[in-house]
T-cell receptor, first 111, second 113 residues
Framework: TQLLEQSPQFLSIQEGENLTVYCNSSSVFSSLQWYRQEPGEGPVLLVT?????EVKKLKRLTFQFGDARKDSSLHITAAQPGDTGLYLCAGARTSYDKVIFGPGTSLSVIP | NAGVTQTPKFQVLKTGQSMTLQCAQD?????MYWYRQDPGMGLRLIYYSASEGTTDKGEVPNGYNVSRLNKREFSLRLESAAPSQTSVYFC????????????FGNGTRLTVT
């Protein structure tokens, strides 16, 4: 059983649609990070959320950290083909713990 | 600015062979990490080095050894490769181990036959 679960595992949508992916745990995290990974490359950090209930926006991407700091969501508005990739959430239970990764959501945006 | 550089990009080994994966970062980061990525498993931490001169085990250290050669370089060695070590290996660095962002290299795809 993984400490961080992500859903859905795979998502294929048409360009222009909206989508939400989820990152869930039964444990409380001091912070959660979201990364995007494109084929053949390493993950790249998108955002870090540290406060329960926090909402951060990055252009068409909206990230939310749950009030209880056990879950997070990523919402993409009007998806574009350039959003295609593997979205990974990662978190640490305390500021001194090593970061743990979820299994990822593979997103494909079809033109 | 190269960031994190890993070599080689691809490698095929036979069971029992040894090899060393190299990693170097030019961001003056204190902490460095080795992860493996397998389908459906996410990234799992093999070993990390919180600072120059220290190394510690992660989630899946068995079958691997590491060396923090200096502040820039952190290598991963497979002494006797096994098919279960077929994976994509990523090196990462960060300012510290206090949840600061991880900067990744582009990975080494290793196949053990």
């Amino acid at each position: 059983t993984q400490l961080l679960e992500q859903s859905p595992q795979f998502l294929s949508i048409q360009e222009g649609e909206n989508l939400t992916v989820y990152c869930n745990s039964s444990s409380v995290f001091s912070s959660l990070q979201w990364y995007r990974q494109e084929p053949g490359e390493g993950p790249v950090l998108l955002v870090t959320v540290v406060t329960g209930g926090e909402v951060k926006k990055l252009k068409r991407l909206t990230f939310q950290f749950g009030d209880a700091r056990k879950d997070s969501s990523l919402h993409i508005t009007a998806a574009q083909p350039g959003d295609t990739g593997l979205y990974l959430c990662a978190g640490a239970r305390t500021s001194y713990d090593k970061v743990i990764f979820g299994p990822g959501t593979s997103l494909s945006v079809i033109p | 600015n190269a960031g994190v550089t890993q070599t080689p990009k691809f490698q095929v080994l036979k069971t029992g062979q040894s090899m060393t994966l190299q990693c170097a970062q030019d961001m003056n980061h204190n902490s460095m990490y080795w992860y493996r990525q397998d389908p459906g498993m996410g990234l799992r931490l093999i070993y990390y080095s919180a600072s120059e001169g220290t190394t510690d085990k992660g989630e899946v250290p068995n079958g691997y050894n590491v060396s923090r050669l200096n502040k820039r370089e952190f290598s991963l060695r497979l002494e006797s490769a096994a098919p279960s070590q077929t994976s994509v290996y990523f090196c990462a660095s960060s300012v510290g181990t206090d949840n600061s962002p991880l900067h990744f290299g582009n990975g080494t795809r290793l196949t053990v036959t």
